[in-house]
């Protein structure tokens, strides 16, 4: 059974950076497809970010973080980065890792189901 620990959030100023990692602490990363997701008080949770399990590591972003979040993994590592820059307030949010092996690429990933979810960990951005 996969099993993911967030971690790399913390507090910045609007313009700063962040590296999210999202760590298979049982299972592995290779064959899973792999999305981040966040989700801020009375909001309700989006779908930042997707990478495919293929060699091919296709990816997906919400509009609002094209440009500025770069989704990445390190299979050797077993663990999938959320590089996050030009950082701003609304991207404050609790942001979580989801896997699942069953889920295709597609621009609709965040409405999948995903087999496996981490704890989350707190992004805020202040103005």
């Known amino acids: 059974q996969v099993q993911l620990v967030e971690s790399g959030g913390g507090s910045v100023p609007s313009g700063g950076s962040l590296r999210l990692s999202c760590q298979f602490t049982s299972g592995t990363l290779a064959g899973n497809a792999v999305g981040w997701f966040r989700q801020a008080p009375g909001k309700r949770r989006e779908g930042v970010a997707f990478i495919s399990s293929y060699l091919d590591a296709r990816t997906y972003y919400l509009d609002a973080v094209k440009g500025r979040f770069t989704i990445s993994k390190d299979t050797a590592k077993n663990t999938v980065y959320l590089q996050m820059n030009s950082l701003r307030p609304e991207d404050t949010a609790v942001y979580h890792c989801?896997?699942?092996?069953?889920?295709?690429?597609?621009?609709?990933?965040?409405?999948?189901?995903?087999?496996?979810r981490g704890q989350g960990t707190q992004v805020t951005v202040s103005s």
């Open positions: 989801a896997a699942d092996s069953r889920i295709v690429a597609s621009e609709f990933w965040y409405n999948a189901e995903f087999a496996s």
